[in-house]
Structure formats: C-alpha cells, structure tokens
C-alpha cells in the first residue's frame, strides 16, 4: 500500500513538472518567400504552407520570425485580445514574440509590404497566410 501511494505521489509529481515545462514553451513560426504563391509559414521544422494550426498550453509563446523578402505585419483576427509589440516585421530577420495568457482560439495573419529588392518572381496569387492556435486550459 505504501509502495503504491509513494508511486503515486512520483507520478503526480512528474505530471505538475511536464505541465510546467510546456506551458513556458516556445514555437517558432518562420515566414518565408516562395515561388509559387509568393509566401507561406511553418510552425518549428514542419513543412510550410498557407495556412497552420496548433495546439498550445496556456503561457506559449510564439515567435513569429519574417524570412520573406517582403516586410510583413503580423495581425490578430481574432481570439482573446493581445497587444502585439513589434508586430511590423520590416527587414529579414526580424521577429516578434507573443505570449498567449489565456485558453481560447486565436487567429493570425500577416499584410505583407512590398519587395525589398527589384525583380522578385513569383507566379498565380499571393497566399494569404492564416494561424490558427487553440490555447488549452
């Protein structure tokens, strides 16, 4: 019996300690340039396209990180209210982090700007980039 509850506090104990770690994690999203429909994002190393989703714990945070040869802003459509610090993203390179405090569903997208060098290519319509996190309790 005392074996059995002293496994059971260990087990408790270890479940508290990964709540922990993923709740003060952070994801990368990296915008970058394409031919084909001009941008698109990836969430860490996964592939990139228009539009991403994920789930997160309360307290991730984001790093939003622009690749692209366009400046590009990064804009909530929706979700409970940040205030996005750094959100214009104006030279490669440049990031912003968001921190997401509150369970819900949040909705990114970006304005992109214009090219920072002449003669960029790319063909059929430009992607409108979307995120989409859902924060558990």
């Known amino acids: 019996m005392k074996a059995s509850l002293a496994l059971l506090a260990v087990a408790a104990s270890a479940a508290a300690f990964a709540g922990q770690a993923v709740a003060g994690s952070n994801v990368g999203i990296t915008i970058r340039h394409q031919v084909v ?25 984001l790093t939003f990180t622009d690749n692209d040869v366009m400046s590009h802003t990064i804009v909530q459509l929706s ?10 993203l104006a030279k490669i390179g440049a990031h912003t982090v968001v921190v997401l405090g509150k369970p819900g569903t949040y909705v990114f997208g970006t304005k992109a700007g214009e090219d920072y ?4 290519v790319t063909k059929g319509e430009d992607n409108v980039l979307r995120l989409v996190v859902t924060v558990k309790k």
């Open 37 to 61: 429909g001009c941008h698109s994002w990836a969430v860490g190393h996964g592939p990139y396209k228009p539009t991403q989703t994920l789930s997160v714990t309360r307290g991730t945070s």
């Open 79 to 88: 979700g409970p209210k940040l205030a996005i610090q750094g959100a214009r």
């Open 117 to 120: 060098t002449k003669g960029v």
